[in-house]
């Protein structure tokens, strides 16, 4: 059944359905119904045919390899290391800065840093 023609029975059941006396509230309140309209009944939707994994779109950000030249500097012909070194792991490993710790992806070493409010 196309969905026009269930929405067209709905609107003549609307249509035919009694119309709700009002009784007068207490004390300047609004109307208020004296009978409880009865629940309309709900049409379900149908579900979404699932998609088979071949068929469904593929992820478009993939993991990306670490930019090493963004973690370097160079003054003067020197290269100097922006970030700190593992103390656990040595030199050669990065520490992760963040706003409020530094931490290490290979080993888990964290620190975090408090500042000393003035």
Known sequence: MPRDEKKEKRDAKAATAAPVALAPAPKGKGKVPAVAPEPVEE?????????????????????????I??????????????????????????????????????CGFGVITTEAKA
């Open 43 to 67: 049409v379900k939707e149908k579900k979404k045919e699932k998609i088979s994994q071949k068929e469904r779109p593929r992820s478009k950000k993939k993991h990306t390899k670490v930019k």
């Open 69 to 106: 030249w963004k973690l370097y500097q160079a003054k003067d012909g020197v290269l100097t290391r922006k970030n700190e070194n593992c103390p656990r792991c040595g030199p050669g490993t990065f520490l992760a800065a963040f706003k409020n710790r530094k931490y290490c992806g290979k």
